[in-house]
């Protein structure tokens, strides 16, 4: 026959491997309700609205004196920093014998549409904060911020400097301005008032738009075909479900609070410029001059280096660090990658300036 | 790119007519209206004006949603399209065997993640995007004010009183924090 269209056996075979795998699956992995992202155990020891404080309860004797509270983002929860047993930011700083409290902002709705950056810094935060100073009789805490958390960060280190003894950046959004990605060019062209006066608070459903657009061929392909040829592989599969359920799941940023990030940060850039104002206090960046520990990846196509990094340049710290990383948003926090070799150094960092 | 000034025209005709003609209605029909209509049900007959306005509004943003839309669909179909004629030309033959498909498909990812940030990445998508979001904000806007019309005429809370109430509580709890903390360090309102 002229027209026979020749087949690879092996093509064949991988082709129905696949398919069997895909009718396997359901057996194979679990559903994203039934998984509980909730690893390392927790007291909650504040609450305020919607706002929770945790402890997380340390497995080895407390080595340093000085605690790290760790204001997460906005955007998504709290969990991708403590995802999977061997991929938990958290459980490997409580191992460092490091006391580790976590702010959860919890999921905001409609009531909490008029709170913004003055009630998270000069309210939840500062609160927080000096829960932990008190329980834990220091003076300063050790702060980090992670991606939207370190913008929350930097502007309350920035006007409260001697409650904090070092300060560690992680991807943080700070220069709007710089910022080279896709999340960066939509926010600089939305009409943000409209948007926060129209519907309250920023809806996750247009959150999730912004994600979807960022490598859809690569996140929404690629990716299932890889979960789909590994199903065999229960640490590949567990691990894929658990971050699946992270990043389906994120709540409604307050109206306030989006309103003037996008605002301040990315539409007229006032924060690295020294001229944003929370609560009537004027943020000055030269206000911040603890150690600061500033950690960006080269690979983040959500908060790019160029956006971060001038947080190092802008402070008047004379103890300041920068690390760069060849991985990416997530990679940094939550893979093999961030455990081999962003944590300890991070860790190290904290103990060498941290109170014994 | 927006409604053509002759589209623009005929709507704002369609617009006054038919507000012309609900008022006409409504005032020729006032005195049977409030035969028929009686007690809280009232308020909705005279409410029905709202509805419309709010109806005919919406349609003429719904023209500006629509041309937003096509817009943005267009961008995304002739993006799909150049990027599929260069994986075409990069990978002119079927993969027949498993190492060919691998590499076709890592190419083909390749190919549509470059040509779709690049999209992504432009002032013109953006901006597209942006008045697309703003259109859709717009029609929602009449939405609301539709609902807190029914609302309304039922006597039942509208999104602008829960709104302000939700201000109200915001601004109270405000104020509770600061007192509690002069309080607690055993001051003044003045802070001394």
Redesign the interface.
Known sequence: MANEI???P??LA?FIKLNKNIFEAPNLAKSLDEINLEITPHEVVYTE?KVRLLHFNPPVQKQLKTPLVIAYALINRFHILDIHPKKSWIKHLLNQGIDVYLIDWGTPT??N???GFD?YVN?YMDNCIDFVRKETLSNAVSLQGYCTGGTLSTVYSALYPKKIKNLTLTAPVIDGRRD?T?VS??A????VD??VD???NMPPE?MYYVFS?L????QG??KYLNFFKNIHDQEYVENFIRVEKWVSDTPPIPGELYRQWIKDVYQENLLIDNKMYVGGKQVSLKNISMPLLTQVAVGDHLVSPECSMPIHYAVSSEDKTLKIYPTGHVGMIASSFSQKKVLPEYAQWLVERSEK | MSIPPDLKKSLANYKHNSLFWTDLLYLMSNRQQSLAATGPFRKFAINAKTLSTETIEMNEDMTEFNTRLSEYYKQLTDTWNEAQKEYSRKVPEL????EH?EAS?RI??DI??NY??RL????E???N??QL??SE??I??HW?NMASTLLESANMPTKKE??DV??E??SL??RV?KLEKIANKGGTPNGQ
């Open positions: 020749k087949v690879d092996q093509m991988e609205g409609q009531i549409r008029h709170e009630d309210g080279s896709v060019n939509l600089k062209h939305m009409d409209k948007l129209t519907l309250g247009l657009i490598k859809p061929f690569e392909f690629e | 993969p027949n065997d498993v498909m498909k083909w990812i549509f993640e779709f940030t992504f990445d432009s002032a998508f953006a901006e995007f942006g979001v703003s904000l717009e929602a806007k609301n829960m709104d939700y201000k509580l915001h709890r405000k924090a």
